[in-house]
């Protein structure tokens, strides 16, 4: 009996050893059940030594015992070993995303962000315990690039009075400290936590100023013409906006990082301008998108102001017959060719649309125009070319004029810088409108260029999640070779292998 009461108690304290290891490692956050089960296993090992101490004393002296010790050594020296590679691996991890989009990595702006950062950054994740794994391997993407991030588990079943303390509302709710500032992050997703990491280091929120008057994009407005959705876009990029009527003011906010004019349609006073040559000689910066006018070309005079600046925004239209949007003809132009050495366009690889947009170029021999930098570039000619037969494109029959009309590659858009005064100008106002909300790369760009003007150091980019919902654009061409490949070449193909297969068995 006792030779049964032996083999069961022993079985049973080396499972017991196993399922503490295993519960150190999947659970460490657990440290009063991990160390109760801990101290349990060793108390029965006491136990059995002091009931079966001659069996004990008999095995000690044996030959079996002293191989058994020999091999334990070496399992344990071998798992020291491995210990230490994980540990290492622990501290410096890394992974391959093979997802064709890397759906599964940090963005190269979130990544910009955490190397920027100097001190070690403290979260709290206070949720049900279930949740911790997938909160647990999400965080760990960041910590894969930041290392010194000190994560802690708050169970809020088992912790009534951590969430009273830190008065948590929501499950899950982390929060995140750098330093003496903390916030708080209530969805988990990559556009929120960078964010929060951004307005940690900042010591105050940028201010944007929006001109709200001369017919401009109304960003109050939800329907498809309106720009609720890009207000919300430069919310979540960390910036205070403010909107105001130019014809109101006369003098702009030292404040405001940058003023926006988004497709304006009414004539400016020479007093308006005036004002934005004060806020613009002071070091301030100016985002502007000025769109083709089809009638009469109310903004001449803002047009022609902007040329003081080195900037000429042409009342034309570009038309792309080799890359555009299909069913556009060519009036509503894919574009590729982004300039790689521009702070707002270096990181920028997939392809953006502007509707009915007008070209950009440098004007004059200012020092403005010689920084001009052109970021976006249509096509060469003859597939592509920026046209001034507006008329024309009324009537459906646009064709290159030699005498008037621009051979691409023409800009669509493009920036200027002198000292502290930076400016940016689109050849279309539209492309950030709610009508495009899917198209997150529109919106990419409108906020690397408001992170360029305001002079942060990080552009932070719209995040990617809805990078699934986002339409495809496929030009004619490549419609085409779609097309004659999928209904002509293949099914050819397979029918030519296919009578390959039956003559050479007829042979056989």
């Keep these: 009996m006792k030779n049964w009461t032996f083999i069961l108690f022993s079985t049973l304290n080396i499972a017991l050893y196993f399922i503490v290891v295993a519960l150190w490692i999947t659970i460490p956050e657990s440290t009063l059940l991990n160390g109760a089960i801990t101290i349990f296993s060793l108390l029965l090992s006491a136990g059995l030594v002091l009931m079966f101490k001659e069996k004990f004393s008999t095995f000690y002296r044996s030959t079996y015992f002293k191989g058994l010790t020999q091999g334990l050594v070496s399992a344990f020296l071998i798992f020291c070993i491995l210990g230490v590679i994980n ?19 940090l963005s190269s702006q979130t990544v910009g962000v955490l190397k920027e950062m100097k001190e070690d950054l403290s979260i709290q994740v206070f949720a049900r315990k279930e949740m911790f794994g997938k909160i647990r391997g999400y965080l760990e993407q960041y910590r894969m690039i930041k290392t010194n991030i000190n994560v802690e588990y708050v169970d809020i079943t088992l912790r009534p009075d951590m969430v009273k303390k830190f008065s948590i509302v929501k499950d899950p709710t982390l929060i995140f400290k750098l330093g003496e500032k903390s916030l708080r992050v209530l969805e988990i997703s990559e556009l929120e936590i960078v964010n929060t990491l951004v307005n940690l280091e900042r010591k105050e929120r940028p201010i944007i100023g929006y001109v709200h008057d001369h017919g401009t994009l109304d960003l109050a407005m939800k329907e498809k013409e309106g720009g609720s959705f890009l207000r919300k876009i430069i919310q979540d990029s960390s910036y205070e906006i403010q909107e105001f009527k130019l014809k109101q003011t006369t003098k702009i906010p030292k ?17 308006e301008l005036k ?44 038309m792309d ?10 009036s509503v132009p894919i574009v590729h060719q ?51 037969g507006l008329d024309e494109f009324i009537n459906g029959n646009v064709v290159f004029n030699e005498d008037k009309d621009i051979k691409g590659p023409v800009t669509y858009f493009g920036a200027t810088q002198v000292n502290d005064t930076k400016i940016v100008v689109f050849g279309n106002s539209s492309f950030v409108s709610n009508n495009y909300a899917k198209f997150t790369k529109n919106f990419s760009l409108f906020a690397n260029c408001l992170k360029w003007l305001s ?23 490549e419609v085409g070779i779609m097309f004659y490949f999928s209904v002509l070449f293949a099914p050819l193909i397979l029918f030519g292998a296919a009578f390959f297969v039956y003559r050479r068995r007829q042979k056989l």
Excluded: C
């Excluded at 410096?92 to 990595?105: C, E, Q, V, Y």
């Excluded at 702070?343 to 403005?368: H, V």
């Design 455 to 477: 002079g942060e150091k990080n552009l932070i980019s719209f995040n990617n999640p809805v990078v699934k919902d986002e339409p495809v654009f496929l030009s004619r061409h």
């Design 255 to 271: 404040e405001y990082k940058s003023v926006v004019i988004l497709g304006p349609k009414g004539a400016f006073f020479k007093e």
């Design 321 to 330: 017959r080799l890359k555009y949007v299909t069913g556009s003809n060519g």
């Design 87 to 105: 540990f290492l691996s622990y501290k410096n991890p890394f992974f391959i995303d093979t997802t064709a989009r890397g759906h599964n990595s």
């Design 338 to 388: 982004f300039n790689a050495k521009h702070p707002i366009t270096e990181k920028l690889k997939d392809a953006i649309f502007f509707p009915l947009t007008s070209s950009i170029s440098s004007y004059g021999e200012s020092d403005f125009a010689k920084n001009f930098e052109p970021l976006g570039l249509s096509q060469s000619y003859p597939a592509a070319w920026a046209d001034f």
């Design 275 to 318: 004002v934005l040559d004060r806020y613009l000689a002071n070091g301030g910066t100016l985002l502007v998108a000025i769109d083709p006018d089809f009638q009469n070309d109310n903004i001449s005079d803002f047009r022609n102001w902007l040329k003081e600046y080195g900037i000429e925004a042409h009342n034309n239209m570009v």
